[in-house]
């Protein structure tokens, strides 16, 4: 079992930068979040998730989705059970509830645990 809360969301205006981060916690069954791929998805109210960025469980493999690619980034720091997503060149667009989620398959095609959201906006 993990435990996924995302932070760092907030307002920004068209072109600013934003870094989101995703604290993971497992339970007292000995799981641990190297275990994990983990993606950030984000949802637009009235529309489906749509998936940003995946990375793998040693962070040495990445993936993005054409709409974001070049300009966002995931990392993770494993010795803090965080996964990053820097955020460059934001635009009005880009407006959503971003989520992480954590699967053990790299393809995170339906992942088994998601955090709660962090809203981000974007506007001038």
């Known amino acids: 079992q993990v435990q996924l809360v995302e932070s760092g969301g907030g307002w920004v205006r068209p072109g600013d930068s934003l870094r989101l981060s995703c604290v993971a916690s497992?339970?007292?069954?000995?799981?641990?979040?190297?275990?994990?791929?983990v993606g950030w998805f984000r949802q637009v109210s009235g529309k489906s998730r749509e998936f940003l960025a995946g990375?793998?469980?040693?962070?040495?493999?990445?993936h993005y989705a054409d709409s974001v690619k070049g300009r966002f980034t995931i990392s993770r720091d494993n010795a803090k059970n965080t996964v990053y997503l820097q955020m460059y060149s934001l635009e009005p667009e880009d407006t959503a509830v971003y989520y992480c989620a954590a699967d053990p398959s790299y393809g995170l095609a339906s992942p088994d645990y998601w955090g709660p959201g962090t809203l981000v906006t974007v506007s001038s």
């Open positions: 497992t339970d007292a069954s000995g799981d641990t979040f190297r275990r994990y791929a």
């Open positions: 990375i793998s469980w040693g962070g040495e493999s990445t």
